[in-house]
């Protein structure tokens, strides 16, 4: 397929241009103004509305296909709550209204919103308060890294390190270098957990947090969680939790329950935002009551006479972390979503979730080499380790799964197994598709001791070829011109 | 796989050659294997200094991005500038053109913490049986 530039032709136009009715004025310096044309591709409408209609057909999405993508939790987003996220009483407002006094009361309903998804993920996770402010995952997790520091800072604790077990995702030891910490790796242990002996060993009274995903990136929930966080207590060390999996959990464990301190959750993975397409996401951050005065503002609070406003008056707050009130349409479909569920729908998603997975794994063991073996959660992980031993690894096997119309799982993580596949189904697909994926998983390893080329060769039926990744990463060139 | 005798070893797959004060290190065949086709190396600070078994680089590859830890303390003198244009020598070439850095060394006792030729074998091939 061409590139728009290489379609245009000079001269050719979209759209024809009224004169100008008014007299022409220079408003910006000419030394700021352009000296020649831009090189904007010369093209005809319909070569416009061809080329990105074709582009978008070539698009893989949840919306077209099975995307067991493992620990990102592509499921399928209903669409009425983007009908919602569409109303004009919403999408029209102006997001200064709320801070200029009165006029708040223009914005009652979009204030209201935010206070009930604050109570509403609060008394999922378990936690004292929240802030819908972080704009995605990895922004929640700074926000909640630097409340813990503002947390010592506070009572004068001498801090320096953050534990994080070596399953954890790349975001956690990133986060907290960011902020100022150094990191200390706990190995994985035989049962697929934190190896307690070693955490033992390794905690300390310089120690100011331990982040956890729970259930973890290899898909098991960690049963010694509560110890973890006791122990960690001890040394006024806090407990983070990553949220990333949380579709495991709704209403079966709150992380506040088992000690957890800070918890970020990613509204694009569990709430219903669609994922992976670089769109908005939502981080917020629930913290226990330690943690509840360093919370960024502005906080939205009830007034006595039931109006909602915005409140800045927290002193030893860490101020401000986003513009305006957060990714609020992302904030919506989450409480929409949430309102539609209730209580006994979200935990029939958990549950769905893990039975799914665990239904492919059952399907996939005998073929698969499975490194820890336990009941998983609402992901697993699986090595083509076997398949190694004829050629074949796991990016061949993914590439071999695009071919089929299903997009590959997530490959090589966590860094902890060789030959890595991490598959998360999700709750919102059917036995059918989960039988289909397991067909072509089990054709792939077939293949692979069959006719290992076919793997090797893959993908063959998709508008490109198998990409040299290597050659991508060493020789950045993404400009056309 | 290769593993040389004349070198020294760590846990996390680094290997070094020591010429009294001075040290070449690298990351072994084992190692560049796992990663995958390797497509950066950090060039470290000039003279940064660097204790046993701690961070001294980043490797890029594929698949991941991996620390490179210091078989032994001291002050990096010289990073293989090849690797710049050309990071793929850590997968043709771990022990010779794929070197990383040159370190002098602060304490050479240290060695006494590394593994040699057949600790090290025997190290990698519990790692590769327990996978």
């Given at each position: 397929?061409?590139?728009?530039?290489?379609?245009?032709?000079?001269?050719?136009?979209?759209?024809?241009?009224?004169?100008?009715?008014?007299?022409?004025?220079?408003?910006?310096?000419?030394?700021?103004?352009?000296?020649?044309?831009?090189?904007?591709?010369?093209?005809?409408?319909?070569?416009?509305?061809?080329h990105?209609?074709?582009?978008?057909?070539?698009?893989?999405?949840?919306?077209?296909?099975?995307?067991?993508?493992?620990?990102?939790?592509?499921?399928?987003?209903?669409?009425?709550?983007?009908?919602?996220?569409?109303?004009?009483?919403f999408?029209?407002?102006?997001?200064?209204?709320?801070?200029?006094?009165?006029?708040?009361?223009?914005?009652?309903?979009?204030?209201?919103?935010?206070?009930?998804?604050?109570?509403?993920?609060?008394?999922?996770?378990?936690?004292?308060?929240?802030?819908?402010?972080?704009?995605?995952?990895?922004?929640?997790?700074?926000?909640?890294?630097?409340?813990?520091?503002?947390?010592?800072?506070?009572?004068?604790n001498?801090?320096?390190?953050?534990?994080?077990?070596?399953?954890?995702?790349?975001?956690?030891?990133?986060?907290?270098?960011?902020?100022?910490?150094?990191?200390?790796?706990?190995?994985?242990?035989?049962n697929?957990?934190?190896?307690m002996?070693?955490?033992?060993?390794?905690?300390g009274?310089?120690?100011?947090?331990?982040?956890?995903?729970?259930?973890?990136?290899?898909?098991?929930?960690?049963?010694?969680?509560?110890?973890?966080?006791?122990?960690?207590?001890?040394?006024?060390?806090?407990?983070?939790?990553?949220?990333?999996?949380?579709n495991?959990?709704?209403?079966?464990?709150?992380?506040?329950?088992?000690?957890?301190?800070?918890?970020?959750?990613?509204?694009?993975?569990?709430?219903?935002?669609?994922?992976?397409?670089?769109?908005?996401?939502?981080?917020?951050?629930?913290v226990?009551?330690?943690?509840?005065?360093?919370?960024?503002?502005?906080?939205?609070v009830?007034?006595?006479?039931?109006?909602?406003?915005?409140?800045?008056?927290k002193?030893?707050?860490?101020?401000?972390?986003?513009?305006?009130?957060?990714?609020?349409?992302?904030?919506?479909?989450?409480?929409?979503?949430?309102?539609?569920?209730?209580?006994?729908g979200?935990?029939?998603?958990?549950?769905?979730?893990?039975?799914?997975?665990?239904?492919?794994?059952?399907?996939?063991?005998?073929?698969?080499?499975l490194?820890?073996?336990?009941?998983?959660?609402?992901?697993?992980?699986?090595?083509a380790?076997?398949?190694?031993?004829?050629?074949?690894?796991?990016?061949?096997?993914?590439?071999?799964?695009?071919?089929?119309d299903?997009?590959?799982?997530?490959?090589?993580?966590?860094?902890?197994v060789?030959?890595?596949?991490?598959?998360?189904?999700?709750?919102?697909e059917?036995?059918?598709?989960?039988?289909?994926?397991?067909?072509?998983?089990r054709?792939?390893?077939?293949?692979?001791?069959?006719?290992?080329?076919?793997?090797?060769?893959?993908?063959?039926?998709?508008?490109?070829?198998?990409?040299?990744?290597?050659?991508?990463?060493?020789?950045?060139?993404?400009?056309?011109? | 796989?290769?593993?040389?005798?004349?070198?020294?070893?760590?846990?996390?797959?680094?290997?070094?050659?020591?010429?009294?004060?001075?040290?070449?290190?690298?990351?072994t065949?084992?190692?560049q294997?796992?990663?995958?086709?390797?497509?950066?190396?950090?060039p470290?600070?000039?003279?940064?200094?660097?204790?046993?078994?701690?961070?001294?680089t980043?490797?890029?590859?594929?698949?991941?991005?991996?620390?490179?830890?210091?078989p032994?303390?001291?002050?990096?003198?010289?990073?293989?500038?090849?690797?710049?244009?050309?990071?793929?020598?850590?997968?043709?070439?771990?022990?010779?053109?794929?070197?990383?850095?040159?370190?002098?060394?602060?304490?050479?006792?240290?060695?006494?913490?590394?593994?040699?030729?057949?600790?090290y074998?025997?190290?990698?091939?519990?790692?590769?049986?327990?996978?």
């Open positions: 397929m061409k590139l728009i530039f290489e379609k245009s032709v000079a001269g050719r136009r979209g759209v024809t241009l009224p004169r100008p009715d008014v007299p022409k004025r220079a408003i910006i310096d000419g030394k700021y103004t352009r000296k020649d044309a831009a090189p904007l591709p010369e093209v005809s409408e319909l070569d416009v509305v061809r990105f209609t074709n582009l978008s057909r070539r698009n893989f999405s949840v919306d077209t296909n099975f995307y067991p993508l493992g620990s990102c939790t592509m499921k399928y987003n209903p669409k009425f709550t983007e009908a919602i996220a569409g109303f004009p009483g999408t029209e407002l102006h997001p200064l209204t709320s801070h200029l006094g009165q006029a708040a009361m223009l914005v009652q309903g979009a204030l209201e919103v935010l206070y009930y998804i604050e109570q509403l993920l609060a008394e999922i996770t378990g936690m004292k308060e929240m802030t819908t402010e972080p704009l995605a995952g990895a922004h929640g997790e700074l926000t909640g890294i630097m409340l813990i520091a503002a947390y010592h800072r506070d009572k004068g001498k801090k320096r390190f953050v534990i994080v077990p070596d399953s954890s995702h790349g975001t956690n030891p990133a986060t907290a270098a960011i902020a100022g910490y150094e990191i200390i790796s706990v190995p994985t242990g035989k697929g957990c934190m190896d002996e070693s955490y033992k060993a390794k905690l009274k310089e120690v100011a947090a331990v982040m956890l995903t729970c259930p973890n990136t290899l898909g098991i929930f960690n049963t010694d969680i509560k110890e973890v966080a006791e122990l960690a207590h001890r040394y006024d060390a806090l407990m983070y939790y990553d949220g990333a999996n949380l495991a959990m709704l209403g079966k464990c709150r992380p506040g329950d088992v000690g957890f301190d800070v918890v970020h959750l990613n509204l694009h993975k569990t709430f219903s935002t669609p994922h992976g397409g670089g769109g908005p996401g939502a981080g917020p951050v629930g226990s009551g330690k943690l509840v005065d360093y919370l960024p503002v502005p906080k939205v009830r007034n006595d006479n039931g109006t909602y406003a915005l409140s800045e008056k002193p030893k707050s860490i101020g401000r972390i986003a513009p305006f009130y957060g990714n609020f349409a992302v904030l919506l479909k989450a409480y929409a979503y949430i309102m539609l569920l209730g209580r006994e979200l935990i029939t998603a958990s549950e769905r979730a893990v039975l799914n997975a665990n239904y492919c794994l059952a399907k996939l063991k005998d073929v698969y080499e490194p820890f073996e336990r009941t998983c959660m609402h992901e697993f992980v699986i090595s380790s076997r398949q190694l031993k004829h050629g074949i690894r796991a990016i061949d096997i993914a590439k071999f799964l695009i071919d089929r299903i997009h590959p799982p997530t490959v090589y993580f966590p860094l902890i060789k030959e890595a596949l991490m598959v998360e189904p999700t709750e919102t059917t036995k059918e598709t989960l039988d289909r994926f397991v067909e072509v998983m054709e792939a390893a077939k293949l692979a001791e069959d006719d290992p080329e076919i793997l090797k060769n893959a993908p063959t039926n998709m508008p490109v070829s198998r990409l040299d990744e290597a050659r991508a990463a060493r020789e950045l060139n993404c400009s056309h011109i | 796989m290769k593993i040389p005798d004349n070198l020294l070893y760590t846990k996390e797959h680094e290997w070094v050659l020591i010429n009294g004060k001075k040290a070449k290190m690298g990351i065949d084992f190692a294997e796992h990663l995958g086709d390797v497509t950066y190396v950090e470290p600070d000039d003279n940064k200094a660097v204790k046993q078994f701690e961070m001294v980043t490797i890029e590859s594929v698949k991941a991005a991996s620390d490179v830890y210091a032994l303390s001291g002050k990096v003198t010289q990073f293989n500038s090849s690797l710049e244009a050309s990071p793929e020598l850590i997968n043709k070439s771990p022990y010779e053109d794929g070197w990383i850095a040159l370190i002098e060394l602060s304490d050479e006792s240290e060695k006494k913490n590394l593994m040699n030729k057949s600790q074998e025997e190290y990698v091939t519990k790692l590769s049986t327990r996978e």
